[in-house]
């Protein structure tokens, strides 16, 4: 069972916070670039957004009232395109100007974006939609003792960052993160992460970290938080080495998902009791 994150993404934050570290570049520093590009396709969402800043225009409300900018969404596997329109916030001073991806994008489809300005300069980005999988948990309703396998596939070359934690309440806790990465065109295409229960919970919370784990849960089940990032998408957020021009242009695809685990919560004798 699959519960929708209605939470902002941390792609989300994270593009905010480079925005807001462009008053660190020269506006009139040839070197670095035409346009600064941010944005994430999630495929599970009719509407999404991206943002694109003239690297050339000062820091004030006049300069980025408007944007001399022509932006195109293509979908390269499927051949179509599509201009943009756009709507502006102000925001601290300044404008900021959103360019509207309307009625979704197809799961494991390549994306051209490609902003032109009127005297023909240009720049252009790529990415690959993610894959869009059903989690297959096995075997289904396990109890706290046994080995639970989660299985995400087919990735192709996607990332999948995921917690464990107790519940989705205000005072719900959550285990440290988990990177799963698959490599492109590798057998099945899919990664399998496996746990046991009642190991996992002491690493959730300290309440969890004496005698038995499970008895301290307050329901029946155990909630998988994962983010699902596109081929690269997630190395070029947070592996790649910091580069003045590359790091103006952040275009990938990510979605967010709750995934609920049913556990069998019938008293047991837990193993070495």
Not at 162 to 172: T, W
Not at 209 to 214: K, S, V
Not at 222 to 231: A, Q
Request: proline residues 7%; glycine residues 8%.
């Amino acid at each position: 069972m699959r519960i929708k994150s209605l939470h902002f993404s941390g792609i989300l934050l994270f593009i905010l916070i480079l925005f807001s570290c462009d008053n660190s570049l020269d506006p009139i520093d040839e070197e670095t670039g035409i346009y600064a590009i941010y944005g994430s396709l999630d495929v599970r969402e009719e509407t999404n957004y991206i943002r694109v800043r003239d690297l050339k225009a000062p820091f004030t409300m006049e300069a980025t009232r408007e944007i001399d900018a022509t932006v195109t969404l293509s979908n390269l596997t499927a051949g179509t395109s599509m201009v943009l329109e756009s709507t502006a916030r102000e925001h601290e001073g300044i404008f900021l100007r959103n360019f509207i991806v309307p009625g979704g994008v197809i799961p494991d489809n390549e994306y051209q974006l490609l902003v032109e300005r009127s005297d023909g300069a240009e720049v252009e980005a790529y990415t690959i939609t993610t894959t869009n999988p059903e989690p297959l948990v096995t075997p289904p309703n396990q109890n706290c003792y046994n080995p639970i396998d989660v299985v995400f596939g087919p990735l192709n070359g996607g990332t999948i960052v995921l917690r464990v934690g107790d519940g989705l309440g205000p005072f719900s806790v959550w285990g440290p993160p988990q990177i799963l990465r698959q490599g492109i065109n590798q057998p099945d295409d899919k990664v399998i992460y496996t746990f046991i229960l009642n190991e996992k919970l002491q690493f959730v919370s300290p309440l969890f970290r004496a005698g038995d784990h499970c008895s301290r849960m307050l329901s029946g089940n155990v909630y998988i938080s994962y983010t699902h990032y596109g081929p690269g998408f997630y190395e070029k957020l947070f592996d790649e080495e910091f580069d003045i021009i590359d790091s103006t242009i952040r275009f990938g695809s990510h979605y967010r998902d709750t995934l609920a685990v049913p556990i069998d919560m019938t008293p047991q004798c837990p193993p070495h009791c």
